[in-house]
């Protein structure tokens, strides 16, 4: 008798049965033993044989692969204790083995395919959005195609799966990635689903027009590039807009300007930088994160690592490592300051609007006297370093508007850089003061404050150099 686990990746809800047999038959057919409700599952998908101790997996020519252990099962292959068999958006783990060669009964814990909370209600196929169910966010279903490009050359069954997939999820980012990901892979199996779907509706949400004819010829173009089997390095006579996606694809990209910066952060994934050598006198870790020593007030670490920043024209700039706020300063903790009580602060969210920049310089001091390290406003690189991360996004949480964007940190997990009110920074190259972020969405853009113009409100995101 053997045991087997079977649910939906990323899932728990389970109902529980038992089927007595040496040999079961697996996929979405009514007529199997196992019924395993989805389209990415096929009819009958494998099977699973009891042998002398041992569970034999066999693979019946299933359309999207049978996975053990992250490898596609060509030849019969033994699952053994705890191995993990992957049948579309399920997952099969073996938990108990008992008898040998004898008939017995195979109990089961199963799940139904459930759309994830994040895509209920989407107008996009059940079993596309549920491949992804097991990754914990937006962000990181982006990663791991990013990651694809970088480290696959050819599709194979579950890559093509994750590409068609991807092709299908709510995220207009997501899609992008894989029309990108399908050129970078060669995956012609994926032009059918790129040729059917309505490029305009998937873009709907890209409200300037410049912006979304530029994704539609990315989109069409990767369709003639997989449709002509076309060598990236062709030339093409005349003005080419997609010159800049020829180029990516030969691996001979240059990030000069906005567009080929885009390209690259849609193609590049999010590499970990290191963490502080030693930490500032006044700064601790606690469970993981930084924090302020008196007032307890939460920190981020933009790592030494290389980063753009600008626009037309962008530049490579290096972060020296530091410290910086999570959020802006609200106003519990601009009354701590005034009053620095021994407890610390309860963090309300609610930004401080200051009048000036020498206001913010003041608080940034006294902030500093209390805790004991050296605090001041952010350059204007720094802040841009803490909200684009290294591979130079549009926005902190991506390349494409989205709905739900105030929800999601930047890529150093830095929150509140755009909405409502914009935050003081400086140019030690100029001595000038910059206002960056507020009603304004897009990373790069600086609004310098001049001598002569009114006092603006803007709110302090203070920055702690690293040692």
């Known amino acids: 008798m053997f045991t087997i686990t079977v649910g939906l990746i990323g899932k728990r809800t389970t109902t529980t049965g ?66 993990e068999l992957v049948i579309g958006p399920y997952k099969l783990k073996v938990q108990s083995l008992v008898g040998r060669g004898t008939a017995g009964a195979l109990e089961f814990v199963t799940s139904r395919p459930q759309v994830p909370a994040d895509t209920a209600g989407s107008p996009f196929p059940q079993e596309h959005t549920m491949v992804f169910a097991g990754l914990p966010s937006l962000e990181h279903r982006r990663q791991v195609l990013r990651w694809l490009m970088r480290d696959v050359s050819s599709p194979n069954p579950r890559i093509l799966e994750l590409l068609r997939a991807a092709l299908r999820d709510p995220d207009a980012e997501l899609r992008m990635t894989a029309v990108l990901a399908a050129a970078c892979v060669r995956a012609r199996e994926v032009l059918p689903e790129l040729q059917a779907l309505d490029v305009s509706t998937l873009l709907e949400e890209v409200d300037e027009p410049r912006e979304r004819r530029f994704y539609e010829q990315l989109w069409h173009g990767v369709i003639r590039y997989l449709q002509e089997r076309r060598h990236p390095g062709d030339s093409v006579p005349g003005r080419d807009p997609l010159n800049p996606l020829w180029r990516m694809l030969s691996g001979a990209l240059e990030v000069t300007d906005v567009t080929s910066l885009l390209l690259h952060s849609l193609t590049t994934p999010l590499e970990p930088g290191t963490g502080p050598e030693q930490l500032p006198v006044g700064v601790v870790e606690q469970e993981g ?11 981020r670490w933009v790592a030494p690592v290389d980063h753009w920043v600008g626009a037309n024209p962008v530049r490579r700039v290096r972060s020296e490592g530091f410290f910086v706020a999570q959020v802006p300063m609200d106003r519990p903790l601009a009354a701590w300051v005034g009053n620095p009580l021994p407890i610390r602060v309860v963090p309300d969210y609610e930004q401080v609007w200051l009048g000036s ?12 006297h209390i805790e004991g390290v050296s605090i ?92």
């Open 18 to 83: 038992t089927l007595a047999s040496r040999e079961i038959a697996i996929g979405r057919d009514p007529k199997n033993d196992l019924v395993l409700e989805s389209g990415s599952v096929s009819r009958t998908h494998c099977r699973l044989v009891a042998i002398e101790g041992a569970t034999i997996v066999l693979d019946e020519g299933s359309r999207n692969g049978t996975w053990l252990n992250g490898r596609p099962v060509a030849q019969p292959a033994v699952m053994r204790f705890e191995d």
């Open 289 to 299: 994160r930084y924090v302020l020593r008196q007032s307890g007030m939460p920190l």
């Open 376 to 467: 001041r406003l952010p350059t204007a690189d720094e802040w841009e370093m803490a909200a684009r991360g290294p591979d130079g996004r549009r926005y902190p949480w991506g390349n494409l508007p989205q709905l739900d964007w105030e929800k999601h940190a930047s890529p150093w997990g830095v929150e509140h850089l755009v909405g409502d009110v914009p935050e003081w920074t400086f140019d030690p190259r100029t001595s000038s003061q910059l206002l960056r972020g507020g009603v304004e969405a897009r990373t790069w853009v600086r609004h310098v404050v001049h001598p002569d113009e009114d006092e603006f409100a803007a709110a302090l995101r203070f920055v702690i150099p690293g040692v």
């Open 357 to 368: 920049y020498q206001e913010a310089e003041r608080l940034c001091a006294a902030l500093s």
